[in-house]
């Protein structure tokens, strides 16, 4: 298969798995925050960025160092499965025991200390399902991480409405969380132990040594793009109440669903783009170009139609007792744009062996994000925090880029200049559309907006003839450009 063919692949099964699953959990989290409210909300919210905070503790770059090397060498993948598990199992103990200190002692309410509890036995389950979802990438075989997060969403929707009709608590929903993972676990062990190997754990404490070293630019990384993502969250439970964590939760999560689009062709290209790095600079440096644009094309229109639609978007939702969270939208959603482009370099980065540039970069965006919490939290509380999760996305994007150029790898300044100005007029178009219609329903002024923009974006040429061209021969499925 061509490697034009295998994104192609790749990119359609975990697409359509993706677009389910977070169909699925758009569904489910609006259900659960309408029946839970902000407050009741805002402490489930709370507890999963706890243990998630500890969670990367148990991964520490591991599975990206794993999709590395064992899609260059698919023998050794026994090898590493194997000793990763049992470097995992240690790091697990250590972040439980971490979680239940921070509990005991952080001041949480009896109930949040139950919900924290809960998610983090969640989380074991959740954080091995991660690692064998990083072994089905390093075979470029997606269908089986595609059922996988299906399968989440199905658990979870179920489990939400079977919980909303019995009138149950918050306790009650984090348990959903764990009964999920656990059974996703379950699937994914048995996937790789019929489809591809047992996983049998290792011992060789010599070669920990050199995952540790290889692996920790990666999770080092990892900690400091998960602190700055969720130390807002941790930290408006601390200074602030509840019901701040769930408004400002309820619009950050909108956010995380936006970032499908480069989530999906992150997983499906990395391990081409790990195979170009030492097979065609040439290939590796057009890929890289085309997806910086494909980035620009998606993520402006979203910030400015989100922008204009924010108050209908989250009334239609979560209801209007989460109106409070309109304008950490409007905030947040501009973090989305600077996203999409770093995503591109990002991976670029990762894949020809120079993560430790994106160390650096995370690192100065998490020490940011950590001080102006704490100086905006107290003051503007969950608005506050909307604004550190847009400036920390500008930082990380002006620091990625100026590596990426340096490199080689970026798109030329004045034509990156050309398909950002084309693609913002396209989308001013689109809002002077949605100001115009705003009293029609959100759910259908919004792909009608989008439409408006796919041909002004057309008729302004900020989709070339190239484009096009390349478009159709990736549809086709001909030998394109490896």
């Known amino acids: 298969m061509s490697g034009a063919k295998k994104i192609v692949t790749n990119t359609l099964v975990i697409t359509i798995s993706q677009i389910i699953n977070y169909g699925l959990g758009f569904i489910f989290t609006a259900y659960m925050a309408r029946y839970l409210q902000a407050d009741s909300f805002g402490m489930l919210s709370a507890g999963i960025s706890i243990t998630q905070f500890f969670a990367?503790?148990?991964?520490?770059?591991?599975?990206?160092?794993?999709?590395?090397?064992?899609?260059?060498?698919?023998a050794s993948a026994g090898r590493y499965l194997g000793n990763i598990v049992a470097i995992k199992c240690g790091l697990m103990l250590a972040a439980l025991a971490a979680i239940a200190l921070m509990a005991s002692f952080g001041g949480y309410t009896s109930e949040g200390r139950t919900v924290i509890y809960i998610m983090s036995l969640s989380m074991v389950f959740f954080s091995f399902s991660a690692m064998f979802y990083a072994f089905f990438q390093a075979f470029d075989n997606m269908k089986y991480q595609a059922f996988g997060l299906i399968l989440t969403s199905l658990i979870m929707l179920s489990?939400?409405?079977?919980?909303?009709?019995?009138r149950l608590g918050v306790v009650y929903f984090a348990a959903i969380y764990l009964i999920s993972n656990l059974l996703v676990f379950l699937y994914a062990f048995s996937a790789c132990t019929l489809k591809f190997l047992r996983p049998q754990i290792r011992f060789e404490v010599g070669f920990w040594k050199n995952l540790a070293g290889e692996a920790a630019p990666f999770g080092i990384s990892n900690m400091f793009s998960t602190v700055y993502v969720i130390f807002g969250t941790i930290a408006l439970s601390f200074v602030q109440d509840y019901q701040a964590v769930g408004l400002y939760s309820a619009a950050y999560r909108?956010?995380?669903?936006?970032?499908?689009?480069?989530?999906?062709?992150?997983?499906?290209?990395?391990?081409?783009?790990?195979?170009?790095?030492?097979s065609s600079r040439e290939s590796l440096k057009f890929l890289c170009h085309k997806y910086q644009k494909v980035?620009?094309?998606?993520g402006l229109p979203i910030a400015f139609s989100f922008t204009a639609l924010a108050d209908k978007i989250i009334s239609f939702i979560y209801g209007s007792s989460f109106s409070g969270s309109t304008f950490a939208l409007q905030i947040m959603i501009w973090s989305v744009i600077f996203t999409y482009v770093a995503a591109p370099m990002v991976l670029l980065c990762m894949a020809i062996g120079k993560q430790t540039l994106i160390t650096r970069v995370t690192g100065l965006a998490m020490i940011v994000n950590v001080a102006l919490n704490l100086l905006l939290i107290p003051v503007f509380s969950y608005l506050g925090a909307s604004i550190v999760t847009l400036a920390n996305e500008a930082i990380v994007i002006s620091l990625v880029y100026f590596f990426a150029y340096r490199l080689g790898y970026s798109l030329p300044v004045k034509k990156l200049t050309d398909i950002t100005f084309r693609v913002a007029i396209s989308s001013l178009i689109m809002v002077a559309f949605i100001f115009v219609f705003h009293d029609l329903p959100v759910v259908a002024l919004l792909p009608m907006a989008f439409i408006v923009y796919a041909i002004a974006v057309l008729l302004l040429r900020g989709v070339d003839d190239a484009d096009l061209d390349l478009a159709k021969s990736v549809l086709k499925r001909e030998h394109v450009y490896v």
């Open 295 to 298: 980035m620009i094309l998606a």
């Open 159 to 166: 489990g939400t409405a079977v919980a909303c009709s019995l």
């Open 56 to 74: 990367i503790f148990a991964d520490f770059g591991l599975h990206i160092l794993m999709i590395r090397e064992v899609s260059k060498d698919k």
């Open 254 to 278: 909108l956010i995380t669903y936006l970032l499908i689009v480069p989530g999906i062709v992150n997983m499906a290209i990395f391990p081409t783009m790990s195979s170009l790095s030492v």
